[in-house]
C-alpha cells in the first residue's frame, strides 16, 4: 500500500521544538521532491518547505525560514521537518506528500499546537 504517515507532533511552548517525520511506504521516496504543508483552523494550507529529490536542495516559506529544517534519510525512507523557536502561529495540522507544489494531504497529518 502506497502512503505517507506523518508523525512527531504535539504540544510546546512558544520557543520550544519538534521534529516531524514523513515516513513513507510502498514506495522508495528517494525519487520525489517531498514537500511540508500545514493547515490551521480557518486558514488556507500553505506552503512551509520542501527538499528536491535530485541536489537536496531545500525551499522555505518565509514565515519559517531560519527556524525550521528539512531533511531527509532516504535510507529510512523518511523526511523530517525540524521545527526551532516555534510560534503560536505555528499552529496547525501538517501534512507531507510528493512534489513541492502539492497541498492534497496523503495521510492524517499531524497536529503542532504551540501555547503557553
Known amino acids: 500500500q502506497v502512503q505517507l504517515v506523518e508523525s512527531g507532533g504535539g504540544l510546546v511552548q512558544p520557543g520550544g521544538s519538534l521534529r516531524l517525520s514523513c515516513a513513507a511506504s510502498g514506495f522508495t521516496l528517494d525519487y520525489y521532491a517531498i514537500g511540508w504543508f500545514r493547515q490551521a483552523p480557518g486558514k488556507e494550507r500553505e506552503g512551509v518547505s520542501c527538499i528536491s529529490s535530485s541536489d537536496g536542495s531545500t525551499y522555505y516559506a518565509d514565515s519559517v525560514k531560519g527556524r525550521f529544517t528539512i531533511s531527509r534519510d532516504n535510507a529510512k525512507n523518511t523526511v523530517y521537518l525540524q521545527m526551532n523557536s516555534l510560534k503560536p502561529e505555528d499552529t496547525a495540522v501538517y501534512y507531507c506528500?510528493?512534489?513541492?507544489?502539492?497541498?492534497?494531504?496523503w495521510g492524517q497529518g499531524t497536529q503542532v499546537t504551540v501555547s503557553s
Open positions: 506528500a510528493p512534489g513541492c507544489g502539492s497541498r492534497t494531504p
